[in-house]
């Protein structure tokens, strides 16, 4: 019944407010128009009359078109490398035992050096490390995704059927981007690609494209929806949450493209990968 993409997609895991119920009713060639002034549900709207009422604070939500390239990428490439100093620094909060391990390495230093200059320079040599691990790593991840995926969103989200990509348009210019991958082996759509120009943030517009996806799956019968992220700030969370997404599990171990797993990369780069899924109905 749905249609994977055509090659191996470089998988977004690096993937930047209250559950209502999701209509019904549909096809996938819709757009919505949603206002970020409210918090009720996004109604469902004719395409050619929503760019005739979007004005002041509304927020369009339609589907990716050609034209959208540049600024879909835009979008994508700097909410990606947001996550270079996040994953360095904030996420260093969430690895107790590197912590512990940095502690430890700083009071060697002072053991075998006996210098309180060289001690005090050991954190930030080890901040700079985890700095240059986190751009080398993320950025290989980053172009592996603007070379698949990303590269051609017609054939690899428009084109099969059981997926579809959409841009999120306020005063003219696209300020947010999501897409959705059905995959046929579970009958679940993946949640992928969510981004929200960092100027725009703050008016609901993640969770307007969140629930594009939601109602998305329920007109196409997946029996859920899935994601997987490695995002570092806790808002990211609650936002699935906040669209009735549970957490099912979380690894320390997950691998992304470009990371060769040496010894240093290990001690200076770590993520923390959480799997999240709503269920829509049962299997």
């Known amino acids: 019944m749905h249609l994977s993409s055509p090659k191996m997609v470089c998988e977004t895991k690096i993937v930047a407010d209250e559950h209502e119920a999701i209509p019904g009713s549909g096809t996938k060639k819709e757009s919505i128009m949603w206002s970020s002034s409210t918090s009720s549900a996004a109604a469902a709207v004719d395409p050619t009359e929503a760019k005739d009422v979007m004005r002041g604070d509304a927020v369009f939500i339609r589907e990716f078109e050609l034209g959208d390239q540049d600024e879909v990428r835009r979008i994508f490439y700097e909410g990606i490398m947001e996550r270079i100093p996040n994953t360095a620094f904030r996420g ?9 391990l940095y502690a430890l390495l700083t009071v060697m230093c002072f053991y075998v050096t006996k210098s309180v200059t060289l001690t005090c320079c050991a954190p930030l040599i080890l901040m700079g490390a985890r700095y240059y691990y986190s751009r ?12 698949t995926d990303m590269a051609d969103i017609e054939a690899y ?22 897409a959705a991958q059905g995959r046929e082996d579970d ?18 517009i993640a969770k307007a494209l969140g629930r594009r996806v939601l109602e998305f799956a329920v ?3 997946y029996t859920a929806v899935v994601l997987g ?5 806790m808002a990211a969370h609650k936002l699935y949450e ?16 470009g990371m060769s797993r040496s010894l240093l990369e290990r ?13 829509l109905r049962e299997e």
């Open 229 to 233: 992220t490695t995002a570092v700030k």
């Open 219 to 221: 007109r196409n019968n």
């Open 92 to 100: 260093l909060k969430q690895q107790p035992r590197t912590q512990f």
């Open 187 to 204: 009958n679940t759509v993946e949640l992928r690609r969510m981004s929200v120009d960092s100027r725009y943030r703050g008016k609901g």
């Open 267 to 279: 001690l200076f780069f770590q993520i923390r990968y959480c799997r999240y899924r709503l269920q």
């Open 157 to 178: 989200y428009m084109t099969p059927t059981g997926s579809c990509f959409w841009v999120a348009v306020l005063d003219g210019r696209v300020v947010g981007i999501v």
């Open 136 to 147: 080398k790593v993320i950025q290989s991840y980053l172009d592996c995704a603007l070379h």
């Open 242 to 257: 906040s669209l009735g997404f549970r957490r099912i599990g979380q690894s320390e171990d997950h691998r992304l493209p």
